[in-house]
């Protein structure tokens, strides 16, 4: 009864409510005559019911509900701590919960988190309090709403291209244009400059500049087009002007682009090529539309690791490439382009399946040589081709790809196994021999020595003289503004992780590249199928 009472909310000298609707006058009258049970004994008795996971035999109804702990009832500390946990995209709809966790997301403690652990800003953002600026205004009027530009990107410059980076960069958010090297020097690191720059300085909007020119910020313009396009503008092109007119500019672009003068540069072709090159893109006074690119996924079973490499082309000069892993055929991208190869379009495709034996350093040396080994590896890849063997619809999607893909037990790359002079063997010759033999030198970390045959021309001729395997591949080479252009066959050369190179049969030239050590945020494809469309995408552009 005691027990009873108690979830009822009444004494037991009163009785149950519910019980006194169901009795008549005399019963409640009964009732109330009854006498009080002492409250000591009432409290032992219902401990005693409870421990014993009874009701005291007097009431049959369900044990009471624990009591309830709001969110509300917390200390503001602690609601500090866990408001800082949570997504910085979710604040704003928690603030509309009460006047309290309103009051509590005006904490400088929670923004700044955010700002460090989603956007990875390391400044102290205490001196923001001298401008009077919170962190989270830094949040919410510089970081989140210009988070769609993080990332690398390409720029709409005709078919040189470009590369991009827009990162947090302390508290500013800032777009680097990545440049190669100055040609020959492809294991040199990136040069980067900036195009523009976000920031905060005042509760208002955020200040948007233009870093083009040698006259400092100047006032420019972000456009978002759509998620993965924007625009940039700049409002005050004359600082982009120098005082020595339009020959003072370009002397100033070579030394930056090449890193020379005119004067040092005796081929006229790439004379020709450097001046176009200046008049194509000065035109467009940073006032350019950037297209988002991913960096290529990475598979286990993948030759070296994808990503950016540096790449020597003749007179063009030093441009970047990105290597990446469809199946049983790696491909060879240009990020950053010229007249007759445009950027986006694919500069080297390799057919894994077809390894290369090179002869010995000897016979490294005679172009001839080395031309026979690959054109008879392109004739059999046409006759396979023919014969609608595993080349048929290849490279149209990474899905049909993936369904020839060998397995982990198999080898990597099959080739024809061939006698001590390289010639062919018979049919009745095992292919794996040869692959295993071709691989074995790579394995064991001796690699292979490799020289250049003579009359092939290099940049760069601070090549490796060891590598590790080779490929049959193709090139794409075309006439000037992408006219009549083709792939022709080729040499791939991995010399190791970082580098490797390719010789062009029909151009008797060779191109070493080198990767991009640098490392990028917010640049990883959100699935396989959004790099593929990607690639479509750039490609398009210059097709």
Same mark, same amino acid.
């Given at each position: 009864?005691a027990v009873?009472?108690?979830l009822c909310?009444v004494?037991?000298?009163?009785?149950c409510?519910?019980?006194?609707q169901r @009795?008549?006058?005399a019963?409640?009258a009964a009732?109330?005559s009854e006498p009080?049970t002492d409250?000591e004994?009432?409290r032992i008795?219902?401990?005693?019911a409870v421990?014993?996971?009874?009701g005291?035999?007097l009431?049959?109804?369900?044990?009471?509900p624990?009591?309830r702990c709001?969110?509300l009832e917390?200390?503001?500390?602690?609601?500090?701590e866990?408001f800082?946990?949570?997504?910085?995209t979710d604040l704003?709809s928690?603030? $509309?919960?009460?006047?309290?966790?309103r009051?509590i997301?005006?904490t400088?403690?929670?923004w700044?988190?955010?700002c460090r652990?989603?956007?990875g800003v390391?400044?102290?953002?205490r001196?923001?309090?001298?401008t009077?600026?919170?962190c989270?205004?830094?949040?919410?009027?510089l970081l989140?709403?210009?988070?769609?530009i993080l990332g690398?990107w390409q720029p709409?410059?005709?078919?040189?291209g470009? &590369? !991009?980076?827009v990162v947090?960069?302390?508290l500013?958010i800032i777009g680097?244009?990545?440049?190669?090297p100055?040609?020959?020097?492809? #294991?040199d690191p990136?040069?980067?400059?900036?195009l523009?720059?976000i920031?905060?300085?005042?509760r208002?909007? +955020?200040t948007?500049e233009?870093?083009?020119?040698?006259?400092?910020?100047?006032?420019?313009?972000i456009?978002i087009?759509k =998620?993965?396009?924007?625009?940039t503008k700049?409002n $005050?092109?004359?600082?982009? @002007?120098m005082?020595?007119?339009r020959?003072?500019e370009?002397?100033?672009?070579?030394?930056?682009e090449?890193?020379?003068t005119?004067?040092d540069?005796?081929?006229?072709?790439?004379q020709?090529l450097?001046l176009?090159?200046? /008049?194509?893109?000065?035109?467009?006074d940073n006032? !350019?539309?950037y297209?988002? /690119?991913y960096l290529p996924?990475s598979?286990?079973?993948? !030759?070296?690791?994808?990503?950016l490499f540096?790449g020597?082309?003749g007179?063009?000069?030093l441009?970047?490439v990105m290597l990446?892993?469809?199946?049983?055929?790696?491909?060879?991208? =240009?990020i950053?382009?010229d007249?007759?190869?445009?950027?986006?379009q694919?500069?080297?495709?390799?057919d894994l399946r077809?390894? /290369?034996?090179?002869?010995?350093?000897?016979?490294q040396? #005679?172009? #001839?040589?080395?031309?026979r080994?690959v054109?008879?590896?392109?004739?059999?890849?046409? $006759?396979e081709?023919?014969?609608?063997g595993?080349?048929?619809?290849e490279?149209r999607g990474r899905q049909?790809?993936?369904?020839?893909?060998?397995?982990?037990?198999q080898?990597r790359?099959e080739a024809?196994?061939?006698?001590?002079?390289g010639t062919p063997?018979?049919?009745?010759?095992e292919?794996?021999d040869a692959?295993?033999?071709?691989?074995q030198?790579?394995?064991s970390g001796q690699? %292979?020595?490799?020289?250049l045959?003579v009359g092939?021309s290099?940049r760069?001729?601070?090549?490796p003289?060891t590598?590790?395997m080779c490929?049959y591949?193709t090139?794409l080479i075309?006439?000037?503004?992408f006219?009549?252009p083709e @792939?022709?066959?080729?040499?791939? /050369? &991995?010399f190791?992780?970082?580098r490797?190179?390719?010789v062009w049969?029909e !151009?008797?030239?060779?191109?070493?590249?080198?990767?991009?050590q +640098?490392?990028?945020r917010?640049?990883?494809?959100p699935?396989?199928q959004?790099?593929?469309?990607?690639?479509?995408?750039i %490609?398009s552009?210059?097709?």
């Amino acid at each position: 009864m005691a027990v009873c009472a108690r979830l009822c909310g009444v004494g037991p000298s009163r009785g149950c409510r519910r019980r006194q609707q169901r @009795r008549g006058p005399a019963e409640t009258a009964a009732a109330d005559s009854e006498p009080d049970t002492d409250p000591e004994e009432e409290r032992i008795e219902a401990g005693a019911a409870v421990l014993a996971g009874v009701g005291g035999g007097l009431c049959t109804g369900p044990s009471p509900p624990p009591p309830r702990c709001s969110l509300l009832e917390l200390p503001p500390e602690l609601l500090v701590e866990i408001f800082a946990s949570l997504p910085g995209t979710d604040l704003p709809s928690l603030a $509309q919960v009460c006047t309290k966790f309103r009051r509590i997301l005006h904490t400088d403690t929670i923004w700044r988190r955010r700002c460090r652990e989603e956007y990875g800003v390391c400044e102290n953002l205490r001196k923001l309090e001298i401008t009077g600026v919170s962190c989270r205004d830094v949040y919410a009027k510089l970081l989140h709403r210009y988070r769609h530009i993080l990332g690398l990107w390409q720029p709409d410059i005709g078919p040189y291209g470009g &590369l !991009l980076n827009v990162v947090v960069d302390g508290l500013f958010i800032i777009g680097w244009m990545y440049l190669p090297p100055h040609d020959p020097h492809v #294991n040199d690191p990136m040069r980067f400059k900036p195009l523009f720059r976000i920031h905060l300085m005042e509760r208002k909007a +955020a200040t948007v500049e233009c870093m083009y020119g040698h006259k400092g910020p100047h006032h420019g313009h972000i456009q978002i087009v759509k =998620k993965d396009e924007f625009s940039t503008k700049c409002n $005050q092109t004359d600082h982009h @002007r120098m005082s020595g007119g339009r020959q003072e500019e370009f002397r100033t672009w070579l030394r930056e682009e090449w890193g020379r003068t005119l004067e040092d540069i005796f081929h006229e072709h790439m004379q020709e090529l450097i001046l176009m090159k200046f /008049i194509y893109t000065s035109q467009y006074d940073n006032c !350019l539309t950037y297209r988002r /690119i991913y960096l290529p996924p990475s598979r286990p079973d993948d !030759l070296i690791k994808p990503g950016l490499f540096k790449g020597t082309y003749g007179s063009h000069g030093l441009e970047i490439v990105m290597l990446s892993f469809h199946g049983r055929r790696a491909r060879g991208t =240009k990020i950053t382009g010229d007249p007759n190869i445009p950027a986006g379009q694919q500069t080297v495709e390799i057919d894994l399946r077809h390894q /290369i034996q090179l002869p010995d350093l000897e016979n490294q040396r #005679n172009f #001839n040589e080395l031309s026979r080994i690959v054109l008879e590896v392109r004739e059999r890849v046409r $006759q396979e081709q023919q014969e609608g063997g595993y080349e048929a619809g290849e490279g149209r999607g990474r899905q049909g790809l993936r369904e020839s893909q060998p397995s982990p037990a198999q080898p990597r790359a099959e080739a024809p196994s061939r006698g001590p002079d390289g010639t062919p063997a018979e049919d009745g010759g095992e292919p794996g021999d040869a692959v295993a033999a071709a691989e074995q030198p790579a394995q064991s970390g001796q690699g %292979q020595p490799f020289v250049l045959p003579v009359g092939v021309s290099s940049r760069n001729e601070d090549y490796p003289r060891t590598c590790r395997m080779c490929f049959y591949g193709t090139g794409l080479i075309a006439g000037h503004g992408f006219t009549s252009p083709e @792939r022709t066959p080729g040499v791939f /050369i &991995l010399f190791d992780e970082d580098r490797f190179g390719f010789v062009w049969l029909e !151009l008797k030239s060779f191109s070493l590249y080198s990767r991009v050590q +640098a490392t990028f945020r917010n640049a990883d494809a959100p699935s396989p199928q959004a790099f593929d469309e990607m690639l479509k995408n750039i %490609q398009s552009l210059t097709s």
